[in-house]
């Protein structure tokens, strides 16, 4: 178990993120994400933003959650930007953050729709 003051271990990474996800992006002010997380072959996923430790929220979020989840996608943006998102999405929601992208791969329909939203931000598209 790590202790509260040591920094999380870029080696467990790929047990916290789907492999089609970008490694871990580094916390520090200005490097807010909007992150999708969830379950791999699974619907429903979870659109927020941190400004903080990625690896950390996925914590928090596991500590509420019965099944293992996972960051599925993340790309540098603010939390307009994911109000953004979550009103592009607002037909699927469930509760709160969390939506059902019925039968398709959250990380993919979100991926594509900030890549429509906002192509300059994905150059290598």
Not at 77 to 104: I, N, T, V
Request: include cysteine; aromatic fraction near 12%.
């Amino acid at each position: 178990m790590t202790h509260p003051e040591e920094a999380p271990n870029p080696e467990d990474d790929d047990r916290l993120y789907h492999c089609a996800c970008p490694p871990f992006p580094t916390p520090g002010p200005g490097n807010s994400v909007v992150y999708v997380i969830g379950r791999q072959q699974s619907s429903i996923a979870k659109i927020g933003v941190t400004g903080g430790d990625l690896r950390k929220r996925l914590k928090g979020i596991q500590t509420g959650s019965p099944v293992k989840l996972e960051v599925l996608w993340w790309f540098f943006a603010s939390a307009e930007d994911e109000q953004r998102l979550h009103d592009e999405f607002d037909y699927c929601r469930l509760e709160g953050e969390w939506f059902d992208f019925k039968g398709e791969e959250p990380d993919q329909v979100v991926r594509a729709c900030a890549m429509n939203l906002w192509p300059e931000r994905f150059p290598d598209r």
